[in-house]
Structures are given as structure tokens and as C-alpha cells.
């Protein structure tokens, strides 16, 4: 769709995020297929792909380069049938947005109910070694120094030579506060709200840019939510914006559940045709049901499966 077949509002927004230069075809289509495509089966086209990127103003040469990055990092898998390709999440994609998934559309902040356990690795401050993977996982709080809430990579560091410290934790000081919750990540929760809100009336959206701002809308707040640690609620600022950010993304993101479901029954294709409907637990997500539903999984032993 041309600039000037967009809505005003949509344009509106969309221009906000494209000046941010946040918009990566790559990572947008991990959140599409996390979001939209798992739901209704897995597999999609490319060409449903590259409308919703389209209409995201990503074009067709960013989106051909992103999924062969994708592909050749195991994060999707390419089908080809004819001339047309069909993709699905590979086992590097699935993983992450799975394991992410419970967060991203709880109701309400997760919060770790576990011991203050924490882990410090010091690196030698004349050494090399800052590239180190697991240090990934962890949260910089100085130029030499890791916080980590997870244990599982300390060994692998203690080879690496770093000093690892282990204990129990019942509070911070604010500076180190500051440095794992940082005003940065503060602002774009707040930054997320004011720039959706440009979204006043859904009902003044097409069905195509009730799918697209559903994506974008879920991709700034998985970017942001997963640069949150979870931490107890003790370690957490009163004024910290995530609740009533997260609150704000759950209302308009079933605003646009009704219109990006239309566009997807009408114009999503898969391998085997149109898209699957999705099942109920897409409109459970935000609620109560989802949460209780992810913490009290199907015992597959008692239902037979």
C-alpha cells in the first residue's frame, strides 16, 4: 500500500518508528512468525511475510536478505514448492520466542519467587576476554564486572579465568539498581505508550494495518520486556513504567486482534493453501486463563498424549 492509501494514524506511527531506525527485517520476522504465523500452524509464505514487512516499510531486497541470514543461521527453515518458498521457525527461533513467550503475554510482571541467588564474575582487568558469549546472559555493571541471576555458566567462566562470586542477595545498592534497570529502558516503556497512542481508533485501521501495527507493536515490547531481568518485586523501583506499559500493550493489542485475524484468514497462505485459524489461547493472551494455562501445562499422562 502508497503512503497515501495508508490511514493517518498508522502513517503517523509508522514514521515515529522509521525514524528510530529500530525496524530490522530480520528480527521483525522473528516476531511476525512468533507472534502470528505459531498460532496458526508455523508455516508461512514468503509472500504473506513480505506484505506485512512491506506495509512496515521494509522492502522486498531487505526482507530476501533477511531470510537468507535466517536461514543460514538455523533460525528458519525454507521450503520450495514450484517458485513459491514457504518458512518455518528452525529450532534457533523456536527456542527463544518459546521460552520468552510466557513473559511477553503474561498479565501481570513476572516476578522471581526464588532465593536472592546471585553470581558476580570479575574478568582480569588487563586480560581479554569481554567478547565471552555467557557474558550474554548476564548484566554489566562495571567495565570488568557481571551480575548473573542464573548459576548455569559460572564454570564455563572460572575457565575462561574470571573471578566468579556466588551468594544470596536481599537488596542493591541504587547505583547497581540503576545499571540492571537503567532510565534507558525506563524511557522506551514510556517512549512505546506515547508513540502507539498515535493508534486512537483501531476501527480507523485497514485489516492489513491492524496486522502490521499488532507486530510492531509486540516487537517494541518484546525488545524492551526482554532487556528487563526478572527480579524480585523488593529489587523493583515503585516508579518503574513496565505494569503500566504492559497493561497499555494488552488493550490495544486485542483492539487489533479482530482485524489482523481477518487479514490473515483472507490473505495468509501456507504450504498446504490458506492459514489454519488459530486456536483459542491467542485471544487468551494478557488474561488471567493465559498465565494460569502456561504455569499449569496438559499432563500428558493423564490426558494420554
Same mark, same amino acid.
Given at each position: 500500500?502508497t503512503d497515501s492509501g495508508?490511514?493517518?494514524?498508522?502513517?503517523?506511527?509508522?514514521?515515529?518508528?522509521?525514524?528510530?531506525?529500530?525496524?530490522?527485517?530480520?528480527?521483525?520476522?522473528?516476531?511476525?512468525?512468533?507472534?502470528?504465523?505459531?498460532?496458526?500452524?508455523?508455516?508461512?509464505? &514468503? #509472500?504473506?511475510?513480505?506484505?506485512?514487512?512491506?506495509? $512496515? !516499510?521494509?522492502?522486498?531486497?531487505?526482507?530476501?536478505?533477511? %531470510? =537468507?541470514?535466517?536461514?543460514?543461521?538455523?533460525?528458519?527453515?525454507?521450503?520450495?514448492?514450484?517458485?513459491?518458498?514457504?518458512?518455518?521457525?528452525?529450532?534457533?527461533?523456536?527456542?527463544?520466542?518459546?521460552?520468552?513467550?510466557?513473559?511477553?503475554?503474561?498479565?501481570?510482571?513476572?516476578?522471581?519467587?526464588?532465593?536472592?541467588?546471585?553470581?558476580?564474575?570479575?574478568?582480569?582487568?588487563? &586480560? #581479554?576476554?569481554?567478547?565471552?558469549?555467557?557474558?550474554? $546472559? !548476564?548484566?554489566?555493571?562495571?567495565?570488568?564486572?557481571?551480575? %548473573? =541471576?542464573?548459576?548455569?555458566?559460572?564454570?564455563?567462566?572460572?575457565?575462561?579465568?574470571?573471578?566468579?562470586?556466588?551468594?544470596?542477595?536481599?537488596?542493591?545498592?541504587k547505583w547497581v539498581t540503576?545499571?540492571?534497570?537503567?532510565?534507558?529502558?525506563?524511557?522506551?516503556?514510556?517512549?512505546?505508550?506515547?508513540?502507539?497512542?498515535?493508534?486512537?481508533?483501531?476501527?480507523?485501521?485497514?485489516?492489513?494495518?491492524?496486522?502490521?501495527?499488532?507486530?510492531?507493536?509486540?516487537?517494541?515490547?518484546?525488545?524492551?520486556?526482554?532487556?528487563?531481568?526478572?527480579?524480585?518485586?523488593?529489587?523493583?523501583?515503585?516508579?518503574?513504567?513496565?505494569?503500566?506499559?504492559?497493561?497499555?500493550?494488552?488493550?490495544?493489542?486485542?483492539?487489533?486482534?479482530?482485524?489482523?485475524?481477518?487479514?490473515?484468514?483472507?490473505?495468509?497462505?501456507?504450504?498446504?493453501?490458506?492459514?489454519?485459524?488459530a486456536g483459542i489461547d491467542?485471544?487468551?493472551?494478557?488474561?488471567?486463563?493465559?498465565?494460569?494455562?502456561?504455569?499449569?501445562?496438559?499432563?500428558?499422562?493423564?490426558?494420554?498424549?
Amino acid at each position: 500500500m502508497t503512503d497515501s492509501g495508508r490511514s493517518r494514524e498508522f502513517s503517523k506511527l509508522l514514521t515515529q518508528l522509521l525514524e528510530d531506525n529500530s525496524l530490522k527485517a530480520w528480527s521483525l520476522i522473528i516476531t511476525f512468525f512468533g507472534d502470528a504465523v505459531v498460532a496458526r500452524g508455523g508455516n508461512v509464505s &514468503a #509472500k504473506t511475510v513480505q506484505s506485512v514487512l512491506s506495509e $512496515s !516499510g521494509i522492502g522486498a531486497g531487505a526482507v530476501r536478505t533477511a %531470510f =537468507s541470514r535466517l536461514a543460514s543461521d538455523q533460525w528458519i527453515e525454507r521450503q520450495k514448492i514450484g517458485r513459491e518458498s514457504f518458512y518455518e521457525l528452525g529450532l534457533n527461533g523456536y527456542q527463544p520466542f518459546t521460552a520468552a513467550t510466557a513473559r511477553i503475554y503474561s498479565p501481570f510482571e513476572c516476578e522471581s519467587n526464588k532465593p536472592f541467588h546471585w553470581s558476580i564474575a570479575i574478568k582480569n582487568p588487563g &586480560a #581479554k576476554g569481554a567478547d565471552n558469549p555467557i557474558l550474554q $546472559s !548476564g548484566m554489566q555493571i562495571t567495565s570488568n564486572c557481571w551480575l %548473573f =541471576s542464573d548459576g548455569n555458566n559460572m564454570h564455563g567462566l572460572r575457565k575462561a579465568n574470571f573471578l566468579v562470586l556466588s551468594g544470596e542477595l536481599s537488596e542493591f545498592p541504587k547505583w547497581v539498581t540503576e545499571k540492571i534497570l537503567p532510565d534507558e529502558t525506563s524511557q522506551g516503556y514510556v517512549q512505546l505508550q506515547k508513540r502507539f497512542s498515535a493508534i486512537k481508533q483501531v476501527a480507523s485501521l485497514s485489516p492489513l494495518e491492524c496486522m502490521v501495527t499488532r507486530c510492531l507493536l509486540i516487537h517494541q515490547w518484546r525488545r524492551l520486556l526482554l532487556r528487563t531481568p526478572v527480579l524480585p518485586s523488593e529489587l523493583v523501583p515503585e516508579d518503574w513504567p513496565e505494569k503500566g506499559c504492559r497493561e497499555f500493550v494488552a488493550n490495544l493489542y486485542h483492539q487489533l486482534l479482530p482485524g489482523s485475524e481477518a487479514w490473515l484468514d483472507e490473505n495468509g497462505t501456507c504450504a498446504d493453501g490458506s492459514l489454519p485459524a488459530a486456536g483459542i489461547d491467542l485471544h487468551l493472551r494478557f488474561t488471567q486463563q493465559f498465565a494460569t494455562a502456561i504455569n499449569n501445562p496438559p499432563d500428558a499422562t493423564r490426558t494420554g498424549q
